[in-house]
């Protein structure tokens, strides 16, 4: 039980750190690079799934080899496109659209695919939880976090 206790707050101080660390390099105004940000997920989703440290290096190779897999998916010149505020044709609206499609087929093949490479070392719940957690953070509007609040019904 103590050994767990100390487990459980080396990784807490661990991961605290580290994200002071990260936070430092973006108050200084350093982006974080790609690699950055999947140590840094592979960080909180071990520390999240409270995975052993055998567990943990298995899976960051695993992980490391999904996200490198998954930034192949999503082309960035869709991206810069949207996020620079230009007035788009409807041909290129056309062909976002399709590409986008296209690119969300092929993220739910990768996941089928890393679903079964993952539950090698995870167990279904982890697994489910890693493919959550880590849509929920990728491919979606920055506003996703900002819904308007529910209307309340007349009484």
Wanted: aromatic residues 6%; positive net charge; contains cysteine.
């Amino acid at each position: 039980m103590k050994k767990i206790l100390i487990l459980a707050l080396s990784a807490i101080l661990a991961v605290n750190i580290s994200a002071q660390e990260q936070q430092k390099e973006r108050v200084a105004g350093k982006p974080l690079s790609s690699e950055e940000k999947v140590e840094l997920q592979i960080k909180h989703l071990s520390w999240e799934l409270m995975l052993s440290e055998q567990q943990a290096q298995k899976f960051a190779v695993t992980f490391r080899e999904y996200a490198a897999a998954k930034e192949k998916l999503f082309p960035k010149k869709a991206k810069k496109m949207v996020e620079q505020g230009k007035e788009l044709t409807d041909a290129e609206l056309d062909q976002l659209a399709k590409q986008r499609f296209e690119c969300k087929k092929k993220f739910v093949d990768l996941q089928v695919k890393f679903y079964d490479k993952f539950r090698k070392d995870l167990s279904a719940r982890q697994v489910q939880k890693v493919l959550q957690l880590n849509e929920s953070h990728d491919h979606k509007p920055a506003m996703r976090h900002h819904r308007p609040a529910p209307v309340s019904e007349p009484r």
